[in-house]
């Protein structure tokens, strides 16, 4: 059985601000599959913010992210992350870590069959 646990949302963080979004996994090896992160703002679709690719550590960012945030993997602790810097407001969104995906590109919810139950990150104006 696999199971994603996000960590590192909660609270409020001012815009221009940093913070670091883990996704432990279990049941799921990360480095064989594309791992992705996704949000969701109230009343918006969830869209996909960045993924890493299996193998290698070739990734993608959506335009809006591009430049202020870093995927990651640890393959030895099994875990990948999101380094989100220079946040601004509209980064404000429900946060989920995705697995198992087999092709990378597009990057859509449909190409995942694995998710986390989000963590909530919060940017204050």
């Known amino acids: 059985q696999v199971q994603l646990v996000e960590s590192g949302g909660g609270g409020s963080v001012q815009a221009g601000g940093s913070l670091r979004l883990s996704c432990g996994a279990s049941?799921?090896?990360?480095?064989?599959?594309?791992m992705a992160w996704f949000r969701q703002a109230p009343g918006k679709e969830r869209e996909g913010v960045a993924v890493?690719?299996?193998?290698?550590?070739?990734?993608y960012y959506a335009d809006s992210v591009k430049g202020r945030f870093t995927i990651s993997r640890d393959n030895a602790k099994n875990t990948v992350s999101l380094q989100m810097n220079s946040l601004k407001p509209e980064d404000t969104a429900m946060y989920y870590c995705a697995a198992g995906g087999s092709s990378c590109r597009p990057l859509v919810p449909s190409g995942f069959p694995y998710w986390g139950q989000g963590t909530q990150v919060t940017v204050s104006s």
């Open positions: 890493i690719y299996p193998g290698g550590f070739g990734t």
């Open positions: 049941g799921y090896i990360v480095s064989l599959g594309c």
